[in-house]
């Protein structure tokens, strides 16, 4: 299926964190490369041919939604986002279309997310039936993501709560995961503290500002 007929999957960026971790504020909006954390993440999307993709936002909206002003993303709001992130995936799920079959769900903290890993994900689902899960696997061992849910997982998605966010899910459905080889360790990178940030801007040549 070509790029102009994956309207049917969806695209969900995790972006209600509080990130206590990160003392300079609200990660998602640390600079990079011009353009803020989060907005590497939901390019990827953009440019793998995602039609539909929601963020999902916690502490400081509008400051977000500004900062993606340009791009083609609808907003959801968890007003219970010091809960977890469990709550943040089960009101971004909640909030999908009838017309979608699947989506790739992503902290929104990750940018070394590429559109090639995405468009990979997407054959992988396709050529399983569109029934598996389906989620990178680094050579190491190492699960990644972003992680395409089918459709008829939603349900446990939407009844998500707490911090673990999909993970405890992920354990029980275990042998519904289809797990696909991926070399590129920045499906496992994020970010969650200035140093982390720091070390990805001088990978990237970036210069040490925020």
């Given at each position: 299926m070509g790029e102009a007929g994956r309207s049917y999957i969806a695209a969900l960026v995790l972006a209600a964190g509080s990130s206590t971790r990160f003392a300079a504020g609200n990660k998602l909006l640390a600079e990079v490369s011009g353009k803020p954390l989060i907005a590497w993440t939901i390019t990827a999307f953009v440019e793998a041919g995602i039609s539909s993709i929601s963020v999902v936002t916690g502490p400081e909206p509008e400051r977000v939604?500004?900062?993606?002003g340009e791009l083609p993303v609808q907003f959801v709001r968890n007003p219970n986002?010091?809960?977890g992130m469990g709550g943040s995936i089960a009101a971004g799920v909640a909030a999908l279309g009838e017309d979608i079959a699947a989506v790739l769900i992503s902290p929104g903290d990750m940018p070394g997310i590429s559109a090639e890993l995405v468009r990979s994900?997407?054959?992988?689902?396709?050529a399983g039936g569109g029934e598996r899960i389906v989620r990178p696997l680094l050579p190491d061992g190492r699960p990644g993501h972003p992680v395409v849910w089918p459709r008829r997982f939603f349900p446990k998605l939407t009844q998500l709560s707490g911090p673990e966010g999909g993970r405890t899910l992920l354990r029980e459905l275990a042998s519904e995961i289809e797990q696909m080889p991926w070399s590129d360790p920045a499906v496992a990178l994020d970010i969650d503290t200035v140093e982390e940030l720091e070390r990805y801007r001088a990978a990237k040549q970036e210069p040490h500002n925020s």
């Open positions: 939604q500004s900062a993606l986002h010091l809960a994900l997407i054959s992988a689902f396709e």
